[in-house]
């Protein structure tokens, strides 16, 4: 009865959470046998054993009960060998482990943003980042990358976003490597936004969840923990879901200034407690003994950018080139306007199941993103789909 009077109204920025254009696509397929299914930003392969093994053994030694809010210190200590390997040495004060990436990222949201606060995001990007500071109340500004169609890569206007980050804006996001674009920010860009924001007492969040997935040779993108001061008003965000292929255990890192983590711990009891301890464990050994399995994976990904970029080059009509991070290829097909009409008509007509570009903002609209961490030879299968659609579909 009471609920006539009270309806049960959620706070706005819930109620106006947009619905993932990615799972309405997904869903179309239901009940469809055959489609190929590269719209999910996942690796086909399941984990590693032998980091399914150390999960296994930690709960049969009995890991069930709650742990520190910040994590196990033994893995905050084997993240912070690991990272001194990779960037300047990094204090395990100043690491908190997360119940996944996109916790890491709302932890520091939660942490930093509140509402009517100006927050400015580089975009397109993966929804979950631009939803967050909408949750909190943020108003949230965006600065699109820009699309080459010669090269088919996107890229950065720097001045477009340091005139965005404007004194009194609160925090600024980048995501890099990029999800959908597969953009990696410079070094000297990142000097550039770090040494601007230093300037205006803007806090930089970096999503690095694809850092290590880069295909110039080299280990690792370039990272802000590689320039920044450890007072810096920085957080990083991090995860284990991509290099290590552990999406489905729900473990990240995040790495703020020392005097912000105890504080940091404190939310984090407030939101999960902790992470679970047996997956904590798990993580312990991926980064301990998972170097050559991280290397091997980026290796295989580099072969199936390659070979999915020379398939869709040959199509007529399709702007693509060759990402320099991260999984995905977000290309367009010349005169494309509606990608989720098109994402669903490739997954009816073709068998062939991509993401629609506007599921990563307006600035999308018009292009499709497909991840790449697939077996070579369905990605082929998928760009024969796709050039039969185009040769059968299309005026
Ligand atoms: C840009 C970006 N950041 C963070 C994440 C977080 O991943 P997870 O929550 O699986 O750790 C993802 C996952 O797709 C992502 O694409």
């Known amino acids: 009865m009471n609920s006539q009077r009270f309806p049960p109204t959620l706070r706005e920025p819930i109620r106006s959470l947009g619905a993932s254009r990615i799972r309405e696509v997904a869903n179309s397929a239901l009940g469809r046998p055959g489609v190929l299914p590269f719209w999910f930003g996942e690796p086909d392969a399941v984990t590693p054993a032998f980091i399914r093994d150390a999960a296994v053994a930690a709960l049969?030694?009995?890991?069930?009960?709650?742990?520190?809010?910040?994590?196990?210190?033994?893995?905050?200590?084997?993240?912070?060998?690991?990272?001194?390997?990779?960037?300047?040495?990094?204090?395990?004060?100043?690491?908190?482990?997360?119940?996944?990436?996109v916790n890491a990222l709302m932890i520091a949201a939660q942490a930093l943003i509140g509402p009517g606060d100006r927050v400015v995001a580089v975009v397109p990007l993966w929804p979950n980042v631009t939803e967050i500071p909408r949750i909190l109340g943020?108003?949230?500004?965006?600065?699109?990358?820009?699309?080459?169609?010669?090269?088919?890569?996107?890229?950065?206007?720097?001045?477009?976003?340091?005139?965005?980050?404007?004194?009194?804006?609160?925090?600024?996001?980048?995501?890099?490597?990029?999800?959908?674009?597969?953009?990696?920010?410079?070094?000297?860009?990142?000097?550039?936004?770090?040494?601007?924001?230093?300037?205006?007492?803007?806090?930089?969040?970096?999503?690095?969840?694809?850092?290590?997935?880069?295909?110039?040779?080299?280990?690792?993108?370039?990272?802000?923990?590689?320039?920044?001061?450890?007072?810096?008003?920085?957080?990083?965000?991090?995860?284990?879901?991509?290099?290590?292929?552990?999406?489905?255990?729900?473990?990240?890192?995040?790495?703020?200034?020392?005097?912000?983590?105890?504080?940091?711990?404190k939310l984090i009891e407030y939101n999960t407690s902790c992470a679970p301890g047996f997956i904590q464990q798990a993580a312990l050994v991926a980064l301990r003994d998972g170097e050559e399995s991280v290397r091997a994976f980026v290796a295989e990904l580099a072969l199936r950018r390659d070979a999915l970029v020379t398939a869709l080059s040959a199509i007529e009509g399709v702007e693509v080139g060759p990402p320099p991070g991260a999984m995905y290829l977000f290309f367009r097909l010349r005169g494309e306007r509606d990608s989720l009409g098109l994402a669903k008509r490739l997954v009816a007509k073709a068998g062939l199941g991509l993401a629609p570009g506007s599921a990563f903002g307006p600035e999308g609209e018009g292009f499709l993103r497909w991840c790449f961490a697939r077996p070579a030879a369905q990605l082929v299968d998928g760009a024969g789909r796709l050039r039969r659609f185009l040769g059968a579909y299309r005026t």
């Open 138 to 265: 943020a108003a949230l500004e965006r600065v699109a990358l820009e699309f080459d169609p010669t090269t088919g890569l996107w890229q950065l206007d720097l001045q477009r976003l340091l005139d965005a980050l404007t004194p009194g804006t609160r925090a600024v996001i980048v995501n890099s490597p990029n999800n959908p674009t597969g953009w990696v920010m410079s070094r000297a860009a990142q000097e550039t936004l770090l040494a601007h924001c230093r300037k205006l007492g803007i806090w930089v969040i970096s999503d690095e969840a694809y850092e290590r997935l880069v295909f110039d040779g080299s280990t690792q993108a370039p990272s802000l923990l590689d320039i920044a001061d450890p007072q810096d008003l920085l957080m990083v965000a991090n995860t284990f879901s991509k290099a290590w292929q552990m999406t489905g255990w729900r473990l990240g890192w995040l790495v703020a200034p020392a005097a912000t983590v105890p504080d940091l711990g």
């Open 60 to 101: 049969q030694a009995g890991d069930t009960f709650y742990h520190h809010n910040l994590g196990i210190l033994a893995l905050r200590e084997e993240l912070a060998a690991y990272l001194a390997k990779r960037h300047p040495p990094v204090d395990v004060a100043r690491l908190a482990i997360t119940s996944a990436g």
